[in-house]
């Protein structure tokens, strides 16, 4: 699970997205972006690397 979070989002705090975690076994992952309730909008580009790495580490076959 990835959770996604602006810096100064006045509706959703750290520990309210942190709190995601608790919802899932496998993989979590917890990244804050400059912005507010809307940081998806400004901040496409690292959005969009930010989930395709995460992604990208799920879809890749572990190295064993």
């Known amino acids: 699970m990835s959770v996604l979070t602006g810096e100064s989002d006045p509706r959703v705090g750290v520990e309210q997205a942190m709190a995601w975690r608790d919802f899932t076994s496998g993989p979590f992952t917890f990244r804050r972006f400059p912005g507010g309730h809307f940081f998806l909008t400004a901040q496409q580009d690292a959005v969009t ?14 190295a064993r």
């Open 49 to 62: 690397a930010a989930v395709a790495a995460d992604l990208g580490r799920l879809l890749r076959p572990a």
